[in-house]
């Protein structure tokens, strides 16, 4: 409706946009209005036939909604109290001109839409103050096809055949998988999408505005600006096509359309005056939404004198309650009966902006949502959504009585259309691509960026500058940023492959590990950082708790279920306990979590990086103990790392002096340079966003010969030794490390420079963390079974030793524990501990060759 | 030109001559600011405005010009208002424009009536911002209100409303009674309910009803000593008094930021139709659709009755750096004063700090370098963030301090003479568990409810460790300790918003004071050595301060906030030869030297060198700073072979 009163705004200077600039004299229909105004008071049992839609939609006669009732309540009532059915809720002048055969409609009840006109009464159209009084005369006679809606530009009949266009002929070329499953691409998408309705039966028509858009510019401004007219006019186009082609179609209610993303607004704080009563898109999350409100839309009195009864439409929110009875005259006699008044559900939602949108520093802004009828309970505190809707500001009434108005309006936006951004997830598309809208410009700059040929290094460098060298392991870092590809296996029965790298620090206390995971941390969108010391299994995992509110059980997602897509980082990766590092072990390597609490089975995505910091267990690195001696994980955990680097703290002069001038240099740096170094965050962002959403890199057919063979002479290099220097899982990781070396230089191929890189940075952390300390070989069965290969030979050596002198004991069936261990060691050459010893010993008791008891060995 | 006293008293009147001079152009708004903005120029105008940080609002006068010192506390939606509108006379038919900036209610006369449908009106937009005065303020902040006429004003309003001074007591009054309308007429209030408001459903609560009843029975002398506060003020601190304020921004709202330091300048409103409007709109029109979009508790936070929560219309509103009045409010070179100030101050710098020194060793019961410390600590301020990292934080941990708690309350007295906002947090298994540190979001009042870490930039909070005992801390009390840690490392709190984290930077000054080490990080921990015990510490403590002169004691605070401000550099020679020092003590002794310790000692030059007032960095500080570390360090050695064990 055209309330020009309700859009305080539109009148400085928004008007005039556009071709045609509307003066008073261009909107020249008021008729319709003039009917309404008469409509608000009639009674519903006499109901002129309505001549313009928004009339039509709005009319009394249309409404079939009985108390706030399920539907198929509502459907079973309607006969009952009124005829609902009328062809004519939808007749215009023009399409009466065109002769539209209704004949489908009939039987099919129109649902009026509280979403477009709640405030569609607030004020009436001051024909005066306007001058257009002498006009209306003049329109109501030239009719035709020139009639425009009051206040707009808006022409019913071409608006209608414009849309009607829209639906038959528009091809999406553009179209993409994820939303329109089961489509033909080929086809008009929203004639397929009438056929869907047709079969399930749901009649509502989502339209993507951008969509209208690339069709028909102009048709889709008007809908920007005039939702509230424009909409019902599709309504109408839509149905006319449907019962068309479905004539025996039967649906609940008419089709509603409902358009969603509209570009005119993305983000809450953008919001202004100007957007008022315009169709706008914001996301948001949903912080609270309020029980279902019955709203009144008719109230129904009765005389309590003669029984005469009578209908009152709601107006402006308040009843204008019958004094007198029309049949008997008696004064004061009408009363409400409730249970006959009509209502509509509505709900209202607070919805805050999302924590990306919000400026640094500040509070998040919330507004209010009204949803109406099906749009109720649709969401849920916690969702995060997408909404479009009318924005809607009403002044606040100080005082009925006092004539002073708070000069404060109230907005809310009524929803038309929701859009849950999390269930996208579920599909499992990456919603950045949809969210992080890239300019020209800026990818512009990032192609060239990566084009460079030492962007590999820039990056790596830009990646907390303020922590000192450590080059492989920001590099690591960069890699794991970048992630590799991610493959579905899923039909070969292997499930998703890893595509994540999950990158472990260790080393000496205060070689600002927190500070590379606190950077990482800022860095990416969906980071989680928790302290293994202070996390427990359900703070990682999740866990269920019932809502004070609704009292219902609900999934409370943690750590590693909101960094999904993200990098999750953990300090103090050692403290954590044994039951904590546990839940890690699927995370790792099968991505998911597996749920089984308080009656919730189920399976989450974790598809997460992991970036780990742990502290030898001696809290100084002991350069004479592996890295499972030194900080006591177990090694099933170790061996799903990509990377395991030592930070250690060298011992060399050259490095303190420049450790020493970059300290410095941090003390008194200008901050200009502070300011330039933020800029290549903000760079190194986008950029990373960019190649995780845009970049898929397939490894070549070099790349792959180039990584069998690198697996093949790391298998070689371990294999003359009789001992197995890597495993499958170590291919895997070189894969996703060439991947995301091919990601950051934005190539679609894997090459083999990539793997050569993927194999150096691999070697690297191999040789920091998988050296035996005793041989100084690069052994990976440390990380694989907790055991250099040499060492496992020595104690089998050292068993047979024990058992060749047990043999020449002769025939004694038992042994003094303490003589055994001194002879054993006056034997041998090597220093022999007791822990030895006793390995030794329980190594021969698996072998069923003697068992211990107490101080006594017995041979068996 | 109107006289002072009506630009101040009756702005409404300058606003609307302006209005009235250059209605149909949108540039009025302009003008009125500048108007404003020459005017607080003049000679000593700023002082004539009334403060409401000084003066209780019951005794300035609605609608005229006060300012307000104060930190924002939380930031609501911004909200459309009508910015121009039209009253028409319905006899006459004569219409007349208003405006509506500035204002709470759009007025009209008694024979007119708001045309909501004119295509005159405006509809501007506004950013309501929640603050309260700067926390841990200092009570000699007060003490200088430099101009004696001011005095002069406050005594004359008082005389002026002194009947109306009963009105303060009201607070206790009406949640006497809010607890008393619960036990009395719950069913009265639903039958209220049911009768008028058939479509709002359960979330209207049933409190407004009740509020009518308050204001009506306003008239009773019911005193309750025993009820709490009705409303949570939301003060960060416990036990804050003073007025919270609804700040209505009206230009550049996106430049302030939550926990700024703001000076304002406002036209007060305190119109008692601001409180009378809630109870009558909901009593009336209850079916009114846009009535049931808030929770209660929201229409109570974000509409506090006026008398309460006085609402400011801002006409000018600065950022403040520091909020000591004995410095120059913004001190950027252009000023000829302020560079004059500053330059004679400099000059007598060096005795100043002499004296500092000696005050605080005294206080330290005679231990030199902990006092010494204690400046550097006092004057340090984050001046950088890179990345994550926070430069210019120096957090010291005060050991050894005597288990009673009198030497630290008193060592906090001290603080709190010196610097304009202080807090002293005591560290009791009590508190970690039972008080509010993190700030979290509200959602059902929507509102952020503050916490004790919600604090002004360069505020002291002072951690007293020697009463913690041992004990268990819940869930509450991990999160609490993890929170300290983290500003303590990284200068930032993480707002807690239900569903997702904020984070947001701050720049405390945290003092440890502890017997051993404090379980909490610090960059530096200096261990007491007290040359005297005094007999009698309180008596000792109290002679101090009363001895000290209040000019010397201002000139120490100038001192303290002054050094705070200067910028600092480090020249390419001494880099190299901190280079060569550095790897100089790597070489001898790689195990006890690390980049930590160069980071520190670095700090610690660059706060020796300003609390000489000195910019840059040189050879002698450089190795004074080295001197006074090793000190400190040979100490904390010592300390380890007397106690045996690892501290």
Request: proline letters at 6%; charged letters at 25%; glycine letters at 4%.
């Amino acid at each position: 409706m055209s309330s020009p009163a309700s859009t305080p705004s539109r009148r400085r200077g928004k008007r005039g946009r556009g071709s045609n600039p509307l003066t008073p004299q261009d909107a020249r229909s008021p008729p319709s209005q003039k009917r309404r105004t008469d409509d608000s008071t009639s009674t519903g049992d006499l109901q002129p036939i309505p001549t313009s839609p928004p009339a039509g939609v709005q009319s009394p006669s249309a409404h079939d909604a009985l108390f706030s009732s399920p539907p198929q309540f509502r459907h079973s009532a309607i006969p009952l109290d009124f005829d609902i059915s009328s062809p004519l809720t939808y007749g215009t002048p023009s399409s009466r001109v065109e002769g539209t055969p209704r004949s489908g409609v009939r039987g099919t009840p129109v649902r009026q839409r509280p979403d477009l006109g709640s405030v569609r009464k607030a004020r009436q159209v001051d024909l005066h103050s306007d001058g257009l009084s002498e006009d209306v005369v003049a329109t109501e006679q030239s009719l035709g096809q020139k009639l425009v809606i009051w206040g707009t530009d808006v022409n019913v009949a071409s608006c209608k055949e414009k849309f009607q266009r829209f639906l038959q002929r528009f091809i999406d070329p553009l179209a993409k998988e994820d939303e329109d499953i089961g489509l033909d691409l080929n086809e008009p998408r929203y004639m397929q999408r009438l056929e869907e309705i047709n079969m399930v039966g749901e009649p509502f028509l989502n339209v993507n505005c951008d969509h209208l858009r690339s069709f028909d510019e102009n048709l889709y401004r008007q809908l920007i600006c005039y939702p509230q007219e424009v909409i019902p006019t599709f309504d109408m186009a839509a149905n006319e096509i449907f019962f068309d082609r479905y004539p025996d179609s039967i649906l609940e209610h008419q089709i509603q359309v409902r358009p969603y993303n509209a570009l005119k607004t993305r983000n809450m704080r953008s919001l202004n005056p100007e957007d008022i009563d315009q169709l706008i898109t914001i996301n948001g999350m949903v912080i609270r939404s309020s029980q279902l409100i019955p709203e009144m839309q008719e109230a129904f009195f009765k005389c309590q004198v003669c029984a005469f009864t009578t209908r009152v439409e709601i107006d402006r929110g308040r009843i204008a309650e019958p004094s007198v009875c029309k049949n008997c005259n008696t004064t004061h006699s009408m009363a409400l009966i409730h249970n006959r008044s009509m209502f509509s559900d509505k709900q209202m939602i607070k919805l805050q902006e999302s924590p990306e949108d919000m400026p640094a520093g500040q509070t998040p802004h919330t507004v209010a949502l009204f949803a109406h009828n099906d749009l109720v309970d649709k969401v849920q505190p916690g969702d995060r959504v997408n909404v479009t809707g009318i924005y809607r500001a009403v002044p606040i009434r100080v005082n009925p009585r006092i004539s002073n108005v708070k000069s404060v309006y109230k907005t809310h936006i009524d929803v038309i259309h929701y859009r849950k951004t999390d269930s996208k997830r579920l599909h499992g598309v990456d919603e950045e691509t949809e969210q992080k809208m890239f300019t020209e410009e800026r990818v512009q700059i990032l192609k060239e960026l990566s084009k460079k040929q030492d962007i590999y290094e820039r990056l790596s460098s830009a990646l907390a500058p303020s922590i000192y060298e450590h080059e492989d392991i920001k590099k690591g870092i960069l890699l794991q940023l970048f992630g590799g590809s991610r493959k579905d296996f899923t039909h070969t029965g292997r499930g998703n492959f890893r595509a994540e790298i999950n990158i472990l620090l260790c080393g000496d206390p205060g070689t600002s590990k927190s500070q590379l995971l606190q950077y990482v941390y800022n860095l990416v969108p969906r980071g989680q950082y928790t302290s293994g010391k202070g996390s427990s299994a359900v703070g990682l995992t999740a866990y269920v708790m019932k809502d004070p509110e609704t009292r219902q059980l609900v999934l409370q997602t943690g750590a590693l279920v909101l960094s999904d897509n993200g990098i999750c980082c953990i300090d103090e990766f050692d403290k954590m306990n044994e039951s904590t590092r546990s839940v890690l072990h699927e995370v790792m390597e099968q991505q998911t979590l597996s749920i089984a609490k308080a009656g919730i089975i189920c399976q989450l995505n974790a598809r997460t990086s992991i970036l780990a910091a742990a502290n030898p267990i001696e809290s100084q690195w002991n350069p004479k103990k592996t890295t499972i001696e030194n900080i006591q994980l177990p090694h099933t955990l170790l061996s799903r790392f990509d990377l395991i680097f030592l930070m250690l703290d060298p011992r060399d002069e050259a490095y303190d002096r420049r450790l020493a001038r970059h300290l410095v240099s941090l003390y008194y740096q200008s901050e200009e340079k502070m300011e330039e170094e933020y800029m290549d965050m903000a760079v190194l962002r986008d950029y990373i966003a960019y190649a995780r959403s845009y970049v898929n890199p397939r490894l070549s057919e070099e790349a792959s010969q180039a990584l069998i063979e690198a697996y093949v002479d790391m298998r070689k290099i371990g294999s003359g030794r009789g001992m197995v220097s890597a495993y499958p899982r170590q291919l895997e990781s070189l894969i996703r490390l060439a991947e995301a070396h091919a990601k950051v230089r934005f190539s679609e191929k894997v090459e083999t420079i990539d793997v050569e890189e993927a194999k150096r940075l691999h070697r690297e952390a191999l040789k920091q963390s998988a050296t035996d300390p005793r041989t100084g070989i690069v052994d990976i069965s440390i990380l694989t079974t907790g055991m250099s290969a040499t060492a496992r030979k020595r104690k089998e050596e050292l068993a047979q030793a024990l058992r060749k002198l047990i043999q020449t004991k002769g025939k004694t069936p038992a042994l003094k524990y303490q003589q055994l261990f001194d002879d054993l060691r006056a034997q041998s050459d090597t220093a022999i501990t007791k822990e030895m010893f006793e390995e030794a010993l329980r190594a021969l008791a698996d072998d069923d060759f003697l068992t211990v008891t107490g101080k006594t060995v017995r041979l068996l | 030109m109107p006289c002072v006293a009506d630009w101040l008293n009756n702005p409404f009147s300058i606003v609307q001559g302006i209005f009235a001079q250059n209605v149909p152009n949108s540039d009025w708004e302009k003008k009125v600011t500048e108007y404003f903005k020459e005017k607080l120029k003049e000679n000593n105008a700023t002082n004539w405005v009334p403060s409401l940080n000084d003066v209780p609002v019951h005794y300035l006068k609605p609608n005229s010009l006060v300012k307000f010192r104060c930190m924002v506390q939380d930031m609501f939606d911004p909200e459309f208002y009508m910015g121009i509108y039209e009253t028409v006379d319905p006899n006459t038919n004569a219409r007349v424009l208003h405006f509506g900036k500035y204002r709470d209610v759009a007025e009209c006369g008694p024979q007119q009536e708001i045309d909501l449908n004119s295509s005159q009106t405006v509809t501007s937009e506004r950013q309501t911002f929640y603050c309260v005065p700067v926390p841990g303020e200092s009570a000699w902040l007060s003490l200088f209100v430099l101009n004696p006429q001011f005095y002069a004003y406050i005594s004359a309003s008082q005389a002026r409303v002194s009947p109306s001074t009963s009105y303060t007591p009201s607070r206790h009054k009406r949640s006497y009674e809010e607890d008393e309308d619960m036990d009395l007429h719950p069913s009265k209030q639903k039958e209220q309910h049911m009768g008028n408001n058939c479509s709002g459903g359960d979330i209207h609560g049933c409190v407004e009803p009740k509020r009518l009843e308050t204001e009506a029975s306003a008239g009773h002398h019911l005193i309750s000593p025993n009820c709490s506060p009705p409303l949570d003020l939301n003060f960060p601190l416990p036990g804050e008094k003073g007025p919270a304020c609804l700040v209505k921004v009206y230009e550049s709202w996106d430049s302030f930021k939550v926990n700024d330091v703001l000076e304002v300048y406002g036209i007060l409103s305190v119109d008692p139709v601001l409180s009378i409007v809630n109870n009558e709109e909901r009593d009336s029109s209850t079916l009114d659709p846009m009535e049931c979009m808030d929770t209660v508790e929201e229409q109570r936070v974000h509409s506090p009755p006026a008398s309460l929560v006085p609402r400011i219309h801002v006409i000018l509103a600065q950022k403040l750096q520091h909020i000591n009045p004995l410095l120059p409010a913004c001190l950027n070179e252009e000023e000829s004063k302020t560079c004059e100030f500053v330059s004679n101050f400099m000059s007598e710098l060096s005795p100043v700090r002499a004296e500092l020194l000696g005050f605080l060793t005294h206080a330290l019961l005679g231990d030199s370098l902990a006092a010494e410390y204690l400046i550097l600590h006092l004057i340090s301020t984050v001046y950088a963030r890179r990345d994550v990292l926070p430069l210019g934080k120096f957090t010291v941990n005060l050991s050894g301090c005597p288990r009673n708690s009198i030497f630290t309350e008193h060592i906090y007295r001290i603080v709190q003479q010196l610097v304009p906002a202080s807090y002293r947090l005591q560290m009791t298994i009590e508190n970690m568990n039972h008080s509010r540190f993190i700030p979290h979001k509200d959602y059902a009042a929507n509102r952020l409810v503050s916490g004790v870490l919600q604090l002004a930039s360069n505020t002291s909070l002072v951690v007293d460790e020697t009463q913690l005992e041992q004990g268990q801390l819940d869930t509450t009390g991990v999160h609490n300790v993890t929170a300290l840690g983290n500003l303590i490392t990284w200068q930032k709190v993480d707002y807690d918003f239900n569903y997702h984290q904020m984070e947001f930077p701050c720049n405390i000054n945290v003092l440890i004071t502890s017997e051993g080490r404090s379980l909490l990080p610090s960059d530096c921990q200096v261990h007491l050595q007290p040359q005297i015990i005094p007999p009698n510490m309180e008596e000792y403590m109290n002679s101090l301060l009363t001895a000290v002169l209040p000019s010397v004691l201002n000139k120490f605070r100038i001192y303290l906030s002054l050094l705070r401000l200067l910028d600092y550099s480090i020249s390419e020679e001494v880099t190299k030869a901190v280079e060569e020092d550095f790897v100089d003590m790597r070489k001898n002794d790689p195990d006890s030297i690390t980049a930590d310790d160069l980071h520190r000692t670095l700090l610690v030059a660059r706060f020796l060198s300003l609390s000489a007032g000195q910019t840059t960095l040189s050879r002698e500080r450089w190795l004074r700073a080295k001197q006074l570390e090793a000190l400190r360090k040979a100490r904390l050695q010592q300390q380890k072979c007397v106690n045996g064990n690892e501290l």
